[in-house]
C-alpha cells in the first residue's frame, strides 16, 4: 500500500531552520505531484506548498514565500521542505500529501510530523 513518511520535525527558535523529509513507497513516485499542508493548533488545516510530477512549477501560501523551499529527488522517492527563518506562527504539524498527475485533489497523506517555533 502507499505510505508517505515525513521526518525532520523538531522544536526550533525563531530565526532558525528545519529540513523536512517525506519518503513515499507504494507508488510510483515520478508521477505524482507532492505538497505540504499544516494544521496549528485550533485551526484548520491549510496547503502550505506543491511540486509538479516533474519539478517544474511550485507553489506557495503566501506566509512562506521566500522562506520555504520544496524540492523533490525522484531517485530516492522523497519529497523535501526546507524551511528557513521560521516563525512561531510557523508552529504547526506538516503533512506531506500526493497527487496523481493530471488529476485533482490530494490522494495520500502522511502521518506528520511536529514543527514547534518558540520565540
Known amino acids: 500500500q502507499v505510505q508517505l513518511v515525513e521526518s525532520g520535525g523538531g522544536s526550533v527558535q525563531a530565526g532558525d531552520s528545519l529540513r523536512l523529509s517525506c519518503v513515499a513507497s507504494g507508488l510510483t513516485f515520478s508521477q505524482y505531484s507532492m505538497g505540504w499542508f499544516r494544521q496549528a493548533p485550533g485551526k484548520e488545516r491549510e496547503f502550505v506548498t506543491r511540486?509538479?510530477?516533474?519539478?517544474?512549477?511550485?507553489d506557495y501560501i503566501d506566509s512562506v514565500k521566500g522562506r520555504f523551499t520544496v524540492s523533490r529527488d525522484n531517485a530516492k522517492n522523497t519529497v523535501y521542505l526546507q524551511m528557513n527563518s521560521l516563525k512561531p506562527e510557523d508552529t504547526a504539524v506538516y503533512f506531506c500529501?500526493?497527487?496523481?498527475?493530471?488529476?485533482?485533489?490530494?490522494?495520500?497523506w502522511g502521518q506528520g510530523t511536529q514543527v514547534t517555533v518558540s520565540s
Open positions: 500529501v500526493a497527487r496523481l498527475r493530471f488529476t485533482t485533489g490530494w490522494n495520500y
Open positions: 511540486i509538479t510530477w516533474n519539478g517544474i512549477i511550485t
